[in-house]
C-alpha cells in the first residue's frame, strides 16, 4: 500500500495547481485521476486557446449560496499572480474582450505549464486510476482504486462537476461530500444555452446568426452577442444569464440595445415616408430575422407611413423587449460548468478544508461556487487550490 502526504483526486486545473504547490512546499503528493490524460478540460476550453483568468476579478463575478465565500481565496491569490506565472513561462496571450485572457498557441500551454510546475515539486501523477472506494481513520485516509490501495493524511477533492461528461465529468465529488455529511447544494448546468420550446422552432432556420443584444432576468442583465442555432439560443450572453435563469421564467430580450427603434421610424416618417418598415429594420436587425417575422405575421409588411400607431408600439415591445420563453438548456452535454455543488457553508474559506473532517478538503468546480463566462471559473481553480495548499503546507506547524 503506497503511502503519500496528501493524496489529490482529479488531474484538472485545480488538482494540478494544488499538487505543485504542495509539491513545492516538501510534501509527497499524489494525484490520481480516472482519464487517459491531464487537464482534459482546459484542453477543450476557450475554443482550444483556454480563457485561463479575466482582467477584472471580483467575489461579484461569481455565485454561491455563501456569497461572502470566494473573498479570501481571491484576495490571496489573485489573477495577477497567475498573470505572472504565465508570463514567467513565456506564454504569449492576448485580451480578447471583457478582460479575458487567452493563449496566443493553444491551452496546451497551460497543461504543460501546470505539468512543469508538478514536475518542480516531484508531484507523482497517476492515470486511469478510477476511485471507488474512500475511508477515513483516526489520521488518515484509504483510497481504493480498482488495482491499487494508497494512503494519506490529506484527501484533496478537485474532481470537478457534471458539465461535459464526454471529459470524464461524474458525479464522485457530490458522493465523497455525501458520505461524510456534507451538504450538497442542488445542481445543475450552468454558461448554458437556451432550447426552443416548439412554438418557437421557426427561429431555427436563423441558425449561425449573431447579432449583440442586451439579455434580462429580474436579477441581472447582460449585453454581448446572442447566436440562434438550431436547438435554440447561445452566445455569450445567453451564457450569461443562464447563471441567474430559473426554470418556467421568461428572459427579456433586447435586440437592438444601442438604438431606440421608435425614435429611428418617426425619424424616417418624416424624411422618407415610402420606405418598408422591413427595409428600415434590416438596415438594423439580420435581414434573414427581419424576413421571418414578415413570415409569422408578426411584422406588418408595409411602408412606414402605413404603420399604425398600436403596430409601432408592438414592434417597439419585439425588439426591445422579447419575451424568451427557453423550453430549457442542452444540459451538462455543452454546459461550460456546474452551478451547485458541496454546500460552502461547511467548508472552511480559508483553507478548503471540511469544518467537521480534519484532512478533507475539496476545491474548484465541484464547490458550489459558479464564476461568470470569461476566464473566473478557472481563476476560481488557480485560488482555490492555493488557498487548500496553503492551509495544507500550513497546518502542520500550529
Given amino acids: ?29 499524489l494525484v490520481l485521476d480516472s482519464g487517459k490524460k491531464i487537464g482534459r478540460k482546459i484542453l477543450m476550453s476557450g475554443g482550444g486557446f483556454c480563457n485561463f483568468t479575466n482582467l477584472d476579478v471580483t467575489p461579484q463575478h461569481y455565485l454561491s449560496q455563501n456569497r461572502h465565500f470566494v473573498k479570501s481565496a481571491l484576495a490571496r491569490y489573485s489573477n495577477w499572480d497567475f498573470i505572472s506565472l504565465v508570463a514567467s513561462y513565456g506564454i504569449a496571450y492576448h485580451e480578447k474582450e471583457l478582460g479575458q485572457l487567452f493563449c496566443d498557441e493553444g491551452a496546451e500551454q497551460i497543461v504543460n505549464l501546470l505539468k512543469a510546475e508538478c514536475d518542480k515539486g516531484g508531484v507523482e501523477i497517476a492515470l486511469r486510476q478510477a476511485v471507488i472506494f474512500v475511508e477515513k481513520f483516526a489520521h488518515h485516509f484509504q483510497i481504493s482504486t480498482g488495482s491499487e490501495q494508497f494512503q494519506a493524511k490529506q484527501l484533496v477533492i478537485a474532481t470537478g462537476g457534471l458539465s461535459m461528461p464526454s471529459l470524464g465529468a461524474s458525479p464522485f465529488g457530490y458522493k465523497v461530500a455525501e458520505q461524510f455529511g456534507i451538504g450538497i447544494v442542488p445542481v445543475r448546468a450552468s454558461l448554458v444555452p437556451f432550447t426552443w420550446k416548439e412554438g418557437d422552432k421557426a427561429f431555427a432556420t436563423l441558425s449561425g446568426i449573431a447579432l449583440p443584444v442586451s439579455v434580462s432576468t429580474p436579477r441581472k442583465t447582460f449585453t454581448n452577442q446572442m447566436l440562434f442555432t438550431h436547438r435554440g439560443l447561445s452566445g455569450p450572453a445567453i451564457l450569461q444569464i443562464s447563471n441567474y435563469w430559473e426554470m418556467g421564467e421568461s428572459v427579456e430580450i433586447d435586440l437592438l440595445p444601442s438604438e431606440n427603434i421608435l425614435d429611428i421610424l418617426h425619424t424616417l416618417r418624416q424624411s422618407s415616408p415610402k420606405l418598408q418598415l422591413k427595409t428600415v429594420l434590416a438596415r438594423y436587425l439580420p435581414k434573414k430575422l ?105 497546518s502542520g506547524q500550529k
Wanted: net charge negative; proline share 1%.
Fill in 1 to 29: 500500500m503506497k503511502q503519500v502526504d496528501v493524496l489529490i483526486i482529479g488531474a484538472g486545473a485545480a488538482g494540478l495547481f494544488c499538487a505543485a504547490q504542495l509539491g513545492q512546499g516538501g510534501k509527497k503528493v
Fill in 290 to 394: 427581419v424576413e421571418l417575422w414578415v413570415e409569422q405575421k408578426m411584422l406588418q409588411d408595409d411602408v412606414i407611413a402605413q404603420v399604425s400607431k398600436s403596430a409601432l408600439q408592438a414592434l417597439a415591445q419585439l425588439v426591445h423587449h422579447w419575451q424568451f420563453l427557453p423550453n430549457g438548456t442542452e444540459g451538462y452535454r455543452t454546459a461550460e460548468v456546474t452551478m451547485g455543488g458541496v454546500d460552502c457553508h461547511e467548508i472552511s474559506s480559508q483553507t478548503m478544508e471540511a469544518n467537521q473532517v480534519k484532512g478533507l478538503y475539496f476545491i474548484g468546480e465541484v464547490l458550489d461556487v459558479t464564476g461568470w463566462l470569461g476566464g473566473y471559473n478557472f481563476q476560481w481553480a488557480w485560488s482555490s487550490a492555493y488557498a487548500c495548499a496553503q492551509g495544507i503546507l500550513t
